[in-house]
């Protein structure tokens, strides 16, 4: 399965949440910089899915970002437990979840102990 057909335009991403809501389908919207995506992530992930639902996942700025947009959002799809995927935009419904603030400093961490490695 090629998971970039996961990631979509904030348009279709409002409209997938939308057809699953009315099809009674359970759905979790997840916000994230996934900058750098770590194991920790799909962690999250797999435990923030509903079961039988869905989970998608809205993709936010960081400042000084490692990775362009579109790579992060491919890292973000090819997590199993991701249904859907698309870059902050307007006219998204609000996340229910906000995992920046959870890993800010595992993030922090793994960046500096890469960069240690480097030197």
Known sequence: MDTRT????????????ETWRAA?????????????????????AAGARPAAGRLA??????????LDPRARAELAAALAAVDLVTIAAAGLPPADLDWDAAHASTA?????HVLGRMS
């Open 57 to 66: 996942v809205i993709l936010t700025e960081p400042a000084g970002p490692i």
């Open 6 to 17: 996961k990631i979509v335009d904030a348009a279709q991403f409002a409209r997938q949440i």
């Open 108 to 112: 922090s961490a793994f960046v500096a």
């Open 24 to 44: 009674s389908i359970p759905v979790a919207i997840a916000s994230g910089t996934f900058d750098p995506l770590l194991a920790a992530h799909a962690t999250l």
